[in-house]
């Protein structure tokens, strides 16, 4: 299948987009940098990349990546399959993604992260690496898999969000977050356990993959469905 | 009066731009999408699209709209006369704005969103939209006429703000906020009626009609003064 | 030295570009504008403006400007020397910035804004100028040297952040920070000294020009140095 570019958009050299990949218009991709680990920008196949979007050389990205628009990626992003990145956000580099992973719009990523599997994060979260900013101390955030940071929340350096949990809206997560537990507040803190939460028909909300489906492959699907039949 | 056009930006079929429309650089229009319930967009009379901006089809905008920089409106916004959009804001699409709405910078304004006549948000500002992140149960916000929710506010799903009610910066809104009424904090609450704030001359701030005219036409301005005179 | 400017880019009557300066892609430098104080915008030596960046006319700018991707500076804007301004940051100009500040990405300044020497602001930070939006009543924010202002927080209107105090992440700043102090929460108060902050190896991490040097110049490191030997 043929990758699609538009016209208008810059492509440098070391760049390599699989079969079928579509960039939008005023994108630049593979721009080089000091600080890249290597001079090439590799991204797997199906990806779509929308308009004004710019990677740096560097990062390594799966299957299926989708972009909204004006998406910026730094050097040295290694990614999984089925990536999606919102409007807006700004991924740093120097981080790893896990398969599956959803970002909405205008989220921010600082260097260090390490984001799971399945993991959802969403408008305006700060995902912060400096305890004593301006440092040198970095600390990079961790989100294990299906872990969900809510709109507007900030991660603080070197924290863990626990499979599955669920960080709040407007949250400043202090601390670690334990598996399947709700952490919302500023100053945040732990206040439940995910399984209390109910959809409007009354079945659990969580965990999410009990019930949202959209998007995702049907074999993950029937996998879900099996586990919680 | 002619439309303006700047040679860069791309105008996809299906796009209807008033008299007097002026498009600046960098700017795609009438992006086509699945999720479009037509293939259209309607821009009225006397619109100022600052650059590097992307509109979806699906949306019809009254007259006189003006946007910032690089300004995202997705599919199905129904929008009314006067509107204007921040340089970075994010819309996401299936939803309806009155007239005379203003949203300062970086505004994000989720799906299902209801915004009156006279409303302003300011930067920062997300309107959610699904109280169990992620699901299918999708809650929009309604921002009733006059209304005003300040820099960095969260509007939980299914929030009514009611007309000329102020929600103050960095609030977390979990609940329905009567008219004029003052609400602040996370968690947030009312505090007080919006008829105890007073301008730096001693006036009363609220509501702003009785004292903010910038850019309103001399027909609603003398009205307002009628009012409070 | 030769400025260099990708040929997308456009750069209006009135642009001032010192020798060494480098503009990126789809760029548009000098936008007219009736707000402007003069219709010229000067930058000086050795800049590096990444892609997609707006700027009005009626701005002066120091040497060694560095800009991230997507910036945005309105009419009026007073800078100093080595200003950095991260991806996405949205400066509404009539504002002074001293030299060598640094904005991490998604700052937003309004407008009156008065920046000393060595401030670092970092994501999505709001300094903001309207205490009873909206209205004619502005009133700009004061960051005195050194200050730093962490991630996702709002200074109010008319606040003095004082020399070397730090603000931490996700902070409503209602009232004057002394200088060297620390200052946190929704809503925020001063908590203590920044002197009792310490770094992973148990030095002190403020004032941060003790131990933080990364890409100043060589004489002012000195200086520095010399002055907590």
Known sequence: MAVEIHPTSIIHPGVELGDGCRVGAFCELGVPSPLAENDR?????GAHIRSHS???TGSKIGDGLRTGHRVTVRE???????FQIGTLSDIQGHCSVGDHVRFHSNVHIGQGAKIGNF?????????????????EDLQGVTLEDYSIVATMSVVLPGVRVGSGALVGAMSLVKGDV????????????????????????????????RHFHRGYPDDIVRMWKAEFA
């Open 119 to 135: 993991v959802f994060i969403f408008p305006y979260v700060v995902l912060t690496n400096d305890p004593t900013p301006p440092s």
């Open 54 to 56: 710019v990677f740096y």
């Open 178 to 209: 334990p598996p399947d537990s709700i952490y919302v507040g500023n100053p945040g803190k732990v206040v439940g356990s995910t399984a209390k939460i109910k959809l409007k028909n009354g079945e659990p909300a969580y965990p999410w993959r």
């Open 41 to 45: 920008l590799i991204i797997g196949r």
């Open 76 to 82: 040295n992003m290694i990614a999984g399959d089925q």
